[in-house]
């Protein structure tokens, strides 16, 4: 099934960024709060599939962004969940592309480009080794999604000194 954009949901902050804290959120659907706090400040994308809910939201703090990443079933609660977190470096929500089935690409930290790939029921998968460096989970031995990153096209040197 094609992804959709969601636009009833939104979220609302409850604790804002600082030094020693992790950014809390409020998932808001029609602008009515639902009870449900989440990781996050930025509300970056909110994504339908099936039955399912697909938020992306960040952490709001320069050079040291996190993407968190959440999969809600019809009544809310977290069916899977992903980090993307790189120290000292600085994360931009971009390139949202919805054009394949059952898959995400966006753009978070430079030159990758980041596939979430969706399946219609979980999957196996080891803790800790199946998914890329830079990307934590809950130590679980089931996924509902995928993640992987493939770096962007380079422009040859040559290329871009010849249009110059």
């Known amino acids: 099934m094609k992804l959709t954009h ?33 990781d996050g400040a930025v509300f970056e994308a909110a994504l339908r ?21 959440y999969l809600l079933d019809a009544a809310l609660s977290i069916v899977d969940w992903a980090r993307m977190y790189f120290m000292y470096s600085t994360g931009i929500f971009s390139n949202l592309d919805l054009t394949q089935k059952n898959t995400v690409r ?6 990758k480009t980041w596939v979430l790939k969706l399946f219609p029921e ?16 809950p130590l679980k031995f089931f996924r509902m999604f995928q993640l992987d ?16």
């Open 149 to 164: 990153s493939n770096p962007l096209p380079q422009i040859s040197q040559t290329v871009a000194l010849g249009s110059a």
């Open 122 to 137: 979980k999957i196996f998968a080891l803790p800790l080794i199946s998914d890329p460096i830079g990307v934590s989970r």
């Open 6 to 38: 969601a636009a009833d949901y939104s979220t609302r902050v409850i604790t804002p960024s600082a030094s020693d804290t992790i950014p809390k959120s409020e998932i808001l659907i029609a602008s009515v709060p639902t009870g449900i706090i989440i």
């Open 49 to 69: 599939w099936h039955d399912y809910t697909l938020l992306f939201l960040t952490d709001d703090v320069p050079f040291e962004d996190t993407l968190n990443i």
């Open 106 to 111: 966006f753009c978070f930290f430079a030159e």
